[in-house]
């Protein structure tokens, strides 16, 4: 290396370490909790509580109503379900996902068993020699032998399944998939719940009330009968032009006859004047008198008289309401009057639930801490789970986008629309670039480093974006603290590993599609590090000829579907064939059938891919000399301006500026691999 090059070095290493002494007085994210899932024993004596950012489980005394043992994971958990015979299964992990099976009396870890991608929901059957986990994006149900260990079968059911619920027989499985599969523009878009008979493994299918997607929870009742499972109602046919009486976004639960795995009906949850935002958590009391809900983004514990609920729902029309016929049930605001009673929490944002005679334990993931509610006297008790810390602009971001509090009339949050930040797989008319014009929900991954935004690119960034959101989807006035705290929220976001790598790699049908990804001109556009040269082209998918469009990322596309500015295409082939006739969105009619399934798996692989070298900016597998020289023409350059070079802005959140930070992480993989 020449003097030259070595005082460059030298200079950056400087600004490093003064950013990395700094960086150590900030608050780290393993001081939060984060407290997701929770499970009681049958005595009703300790609380088990999978707490996700801290990476750990702990367990509770629920009569000196203290945390008794902790025990650290390697991999966040997820889910956590308790044995009769002194074992505790914790779900946990991303694309190499376990579960976690604890002793105990030991209270050591007794055994590790490898499932899928994005473990959730563990659920024991009756005699407890079985164990189904949701493989959230495999779209699989692990089921697994109790006494070996050993994964027996994968049963495939449909997109993100994120819970699930077993009957008291056991015969029945019933998986709630996250988000709904097919087009977005054909009129009926709902997610489904899959219900796996046990015996033979075949899988049911129903879909839920149009609109209805992020389903969170399900429940069985104690006689067998109903399964009840949560999700928002999006009223996605109307422009998001006000909020009062649920106008974009209502919140609900769905009722399925168990017996004839019939859709028994989609009841609303909120009020006439104030919503119930969403709805996550679900659970009946042991004698099935009660039906109980969370609402993480109003906070709030909903408790329905399940044999009025029955009654009202057999009973049509009831007395002074508005429901004539069940196709008016899911429109009716009004109707759980006199059957359900609103519980304000204490804390932040209630997920996870369990029930103990007549007391409800509660999971608030964003005060770490739980709630205790009493269900004959309303009585809440919230106790902190440890020390707390202040959150940082990132953790106060991630708050806000959650929180439906300060929206007006608590109909929604910024998660009503994007679940965990990405998208509903929903048309939306947001009026933004005229009315009656629904696009499809975009994911905000990457959003503020990949300007302009919207699907037209009619705002320049996502800065202007969050503002407007709170404006016009929220209705709220918010300081611009808060959407600052967003902004780093949503630059802190990172993609999820695709579940078409194999072994954390490119499978040998993407690397040849990878071939083809340039010789079909895909890379001209969907060019660097974010798979985007931020520019809008007519591709022939717009309204009516000419209309151009916002080249969005590629990164993490294999979680977005459908595609397309309407959601008309339901799989990436249908975009590289059936929409793409005259090869204005890359040059594809002359590959052969392989070809196109190749290319399809490609781009479904891309993302964040498990050991990559960040700061291979010329992609040649290593961080060297070359990568140094691409950095240094950037340094110091902002978004917009000269010598910016957007695959250079490593840092993590990415800042849209070249600096000591962006060299931070550089110097951290020096010579990788």
């Known amino acids: 290396?020449?003097?030259?090059?070595?005082?460059?070095?030298?200079?950056?290493?400087?600004?490093?370490?003064?950013?990395?002494?700094?960086?150590?007085?900030?608050?780290?994210?393993?001081?939060?909790?984060?407290?997701?899932?929770?499970?009681?024993?049958?005595?009703?004596?300790?609380?088990?509580?999978?707490?996700?950012?801290?990476?750990?489980?702990?367990?509770?005394?629920?009569?000196?109503?203290?945390?008794?043992?902790?025990?650290?994971?390697?991999?966040?958990?997820?889910?956590?379900?308790?044995?009769?015979?002194?074992?505790?299964?914790?779900?946990?992990?991303?694309?190499?996902?376990?579960?976690?099976?604890?002793?105990?009396?030991?209270?050591?870890?007794?055994?590790?068993?490898?499932?899928?991608?994005?473990?959730?929901?563990?659920?024991?059957?009756?005699?407890?020699?079985?164990?189904?986990?949701?493989?959230?994006?495999?779209?699989?149900?692990?089921?697994?032998?109790?006494?070996?260990?050993?994964?027996?079968?994968?049963?495939d059911v449909l997109r993100e399944p994120v819970a699930a619920a077993i009957t008291p027989s056991s015969n029945k499985l019933f998986v709630a998939n996250h988000l709904p599969v097919g087009?977005?523009?054909?009129?009926?878009?709902?997610?489904?719940?899959?219900?796996?008979?046990?015996?033979?493994?075949?899988?049911?299918?129903?879909?839920?009330?149009?609109?209805?997607?992020?389903?969170?929870g399900i429940c069985v009742s104690p006689d067998g009968n109903f399964a009840y499972v949560t999700h928002v109602l999006g009223r996605y046919q109307l422009p998001t032009s006000q909020l009062e009486r649920g106008w974009i976004m209502t919140n609900a639960f769905?009722?399925?006859?168990?017996?004839?795995?019939?859709?028994?009906?989609?009841?609303?949850?909120?009020?006439?004047?104030?919503?119930?935002?969403n709805p996550w958590g679900i659970a009946c009391t042991n004698d099935g008198s009660y039906l109980c809900i969370t609402h993480s983004g109003s906070h709030e514990l909903s408790v329905i008289d399940r044999t009025g609920l029955h009654n009202r729902l057999s009973n049509l029309p009831y007395t002074g309401g508005f429901s004539n016929t069940s196709a008016d049930v899911p429109h009716?605001?009004?109707?759980?009057?006199?059957?359900?009673?609103?519980?304000?929490?204490?804390?932040?944002?209630?997920?996870?639930?369990?029930?103990?005679?007549?007391?409800?334990?509660?999971?608030?993931?964003?005060?770490?801490?739980?709630?205790?509610?009493?269900?004959?006297?309303?009585?809440?008790?919230?106790?902190?789970?440890?020390?707390?810390?202040?959150?940082?602009?990132?953790?106060?971001?991630?708050?806000?986008?959650?929180?439906?509090?300060?929206?007006?009339?608590?109909?929604?949050?910024?998660?009503?629309?994007?679940?965990?930040?990405?998208?509903?797989?929903?048309?939306?008319?947001?009026a933004n670039d005229g009315y009656g014009s629904p696009r499809n929900a975009k994911s905000h991954l990457y959003s503020h480093m990949t300007p302009p935004t919207n699907i037209t690119g009619c705002r320049p960034d996502a800065f202007a974006s969050v503002r407007a959101g709170f404006k016009f989807i929220e209705f709220a006035i918010r300081p611009e603290e808060d959407a600052d705290a967003v902004d780093d929220f949503m630059m802190s976001l990172e993609p999820v590993p695709s579940p078409y790598l194999v072994n954390g790699q490119l499978s040998e049908s993407a690397e040849r599609g990878k071939s083809l990804f340039e010789s079909a001109n895909c890379n001209v556009c969907h060019s660097g590090q974010y798979y985007t040269d931020m520019s809008l082209y007519d591709v022939g998918t717009g309204r009516g000829s000419g209309e151009s469009l916002d080249t969005p990322t590629l990164v993490e596309v294999w979680r977005t579907g459908p595609y397309l500015q309407d959601g008309r295409a339901a799989?990436?082939?249908?975009?590289?064939?059936?929409?793409?006739?005259?090869?204005?969105?890359?040059?594809?009619?002359?590959?052969?059938?392989?070809?196109?399934?190749?290319?399809?798996?490609?781009?479904?692989?891309?993302?964040?891919?498990?050991?990559?070298?960040?700061?291979?900016?010329?992609?040649?597998?290593?961080?060297?000399?070359?990568?140094?020289?691409?950095?240094?023409?950037?340094?110091?350059?902002?978004?917009g301006g000269p010598n910016w070079n957007h695959v250079c802005d490593i840092s993590d959140p990415n800042d849209l500026k070249i600096d000591g930070q962006d060299f931070a992480v550089f110097s951290d993989n020096w010579l990788c691999p």
């Open 1 to 155: 290396m020449n003097a030259t090059y070595n005082k460059r070095l030298y200079g950056m290493s400087m600004v490093v370490l003064v950013l990395v002494l700094a960086a150590g007085a900030q608050t780290d994210a393993s001081d939060y909790y984060s407290p997701t899932a929770l499970a009681v024993d049958d005595a009703g004596q300790y609380l088990y509580i999978a707490e996700y950012t801290a990476g750990q489980v702990q367990e509770f005394n629920t009569t000196t109503k203290a945390v008794t043992r902790t025990l650290s994971l390697t991999m966040p958990p997820t889910g956590v379900a308790i044995s009769s015979s002194g074992l505790l299964y914790v779900t946990a992990g991303g694309i190499y996902g376990k579960v976690y099976v604890i002793n105990i009396s030991l209270w050591i870890l007794q055994n590790t068993i490898d499932v899928g991608h994005t473990p959730m929901s563990p659920v024991l059957n009756g005699d407890q020699s079985l164990l189904y986990v949701c493989n959230r994006f495999d779209g699989t149900v692990s089921k697994i032998g109790t006494a070996s260990g050993a994964v027996l079968s994968t049963i």
């Open 183 to 216: 087009p977005a523009n054909t009129g009926n878009i709902a997610a489904s719940v899959s219900i796996i008979d046990t015996s033979t493994e075949a899988v049911t299918n129903i879909q839920l009330t149009n609109g209805s997607t992020g389903m969170r």
């Open 254 to 277: 769905s009722v399925i006859d168990i017996s004839s795995e019939t859709l028994v009906n989609t009841v609303l949850v909120d009020d006439v004047e104030m919503g119930a935002a």
């Open 332 to 430: 009716d605001l009004g109707f759980m009057s006199g059957l359900r009673t609103r519980i304000q929490l204490a804390g932040n944002s209630p997920r996870g639930l369990d029930i103990s005679g007549n007391t409800v334990y509660i999971a608030e993931y964003f005060s770490d801490s739980l709630s205790i509610v009493d269900i004959t006297t309303k009585q809440v008790t919230q106790t902190l789970l440890g020390p707390q810390h202040p959150p940082d602009p990132c953790r106060w971001g991630q708050i806000y986008y959650h929180d439906a509090s300060k929206t007006f009339q608590k109909w929604l949050s910024c998660v009503s629309c994007h679940p965990d930040a990405r998208s509903d797989a929903l048309n939306w008319d947001l």
């Open 571 to 639: 799989t990436m082939l249908e975009v590289l064939t059936t929409y793409n006739p005259s090869d204005q969105h890359g040059v594809t009619s002359g590959l052969t059938e392989q070809e196109l399934k190749d290319l399809s798996e490609y781009t479904l692989s891309l993302g964040a891919i498990p050991g990559e070298c960040i700061g291979d900016f010329d992609g040649d597998g290593e961080v060297e000399a070359d990568d140094l020289e691409i950095l240094a023409a950037a340094w110091l350059s902002i978004s």
